[in-house]
Nanobody, 113 residues
Framework: QVQLVESGGGLVQPGGSLTLSCEAS????????LAWYRQTPEKERELVAQ???????YYRDSVKGRFTISRDNARNILYLQMNNLKPEDTAVYYC???????WGQGTQVTVSS
């Protein structure tokens, strides 16, 4: 059974940092393209970053230079390091195994003073 469990969200001030984690199970983690998405009540779910294996990455323009996606294939964990956070980064963040179409349950990130 494919399972993705996010953690690490929370409330942070503008300019602060958070690291999200996504623990995966039920599939051969290292074989697949993985991604982070985010969604707000006002907008459709949007792609934030992707990472392939080998370590080719993609970032949406608004997070380039601030966010870093990475993966630990030995521990089956996907990460999203988020620096210099802005209020517009506030959203529920989801991890996804792109190839299998599997989603996690999401973790809330709120950037506010």
């Amino acid at each position: 059974q494919v399972q993705l469990v996010e953690s690490g969200g929370g409330l942070v001030q503008p300019g602060g940092s958070l690291t999200l984690s996504c623990e995966a199970s039920g599939f051969i983690f290292s074989n697949y393209l993985l991604a982070w998405y985010r969604q707000t009540p006002e907008k459709e779910r949007e792609l934030v970053a992707q990472i392939a294996n080998p370590l080719t990455t993609y970032y949406r323009d608004s997070v380039k230079g601030r966010f870093t996606i990475s993966r630990d294939n030995a521990r089956n964990i996907l990460y999203l390091q988020m620096n210099n956070l802005k209020p517009e980064d506030t959203a529920v963040y989801y991890c996804r195994c792109e190839s299998l179409g599997a989603w996690g349950q999401g973790t809330q990130v709120t950037v506010s003073s």
